[in-house]
């Protein structure tokens, strides 16, 4: 009976690793460390959610916000981009099917349907006042440097994470 009870208790925890170890728990916005699979951070999102990162444009120093949409299919996917100035970097129109405007001080394009499996961002070395924000109307946001060294560069992507990534990763806006 004793080697019933454990054949059951090895088959029980190997199913609990698995499911910890193998099975993705949530999705996120995945910052990986470079161009590896160190997780440096993360923060749950759901498809249809949107964030944006904003930063300051390291010569005329105003901010460009970039705003982004999690698909269906796990990419990313940019949806407008808004800036004070022209310049190196900034677009000066809009492509076919985007709408170009002039605003409150601030040109926009949208509509836009660019579509990222990853898209590589650095932390201002200079200029460090990258941040991010992600929530209904923009509720929530952190500033990079709260968990990112200045000039540190991150492949960041959507990805379902196991449980222990979870655990052991450093979620994004847990009081840091």
């Known amino acids: 009976m004793s080697g019933k009870i454990f054949g059951s208790v090895c088959i029980c925890c190997t199913v609990i690793a698995i ?23 993360f923060l749950p999102l759901e498809t249809g959610d949107t964030f944006q990162f904003i ?7 105003t901010d460009v916000v970039e705003t982004y949409e999690v698909t269906d299919d796990l990419e990313i996917k940019q949806n407008e981009i808004a800036y004070e100035h022209f310049g190196i970097g900034m677009p000066s129109n809009a ?15 949208s509509k836009l349907d660019n579509i990222f499996s990853s898209i590589n961002i650095r932390n201002g070395k200079t200029v460090s006042r990258n941040r991010l924000i ?6 929530n946001l952190i ?17 379902r994470i196991t449980l222990w990534e ?11």
């Open 19 to 41: 499911v910890i170890f193998l099975v993705p728990a949530t999705t996120a916005l995945v910052f990986y460390h470079e161009n590896t699979n160190k997780i440096e951070a």
């Open 55 to 61: 930063f300051t444009h390291s010569i005329h120093l």
């Open 95 to 109: 492509g076919e099917g985007e709408k170009f405007t002039y605003e409150d001080g601030k040109y926009r394009i």
């Open 134 to 139: 992600w929530g209904n109307e923009g509720e």
């Open 143 to 159: 500033w990079f440097n709260q968990y990112f060294d200045p000039g540190a560069w991150f492949k960041v992507k959507i990805k």
């Open 166 to 176: 979870y655990i052991r990763g450093v979620r994004i806006y847990e009081g840091r």
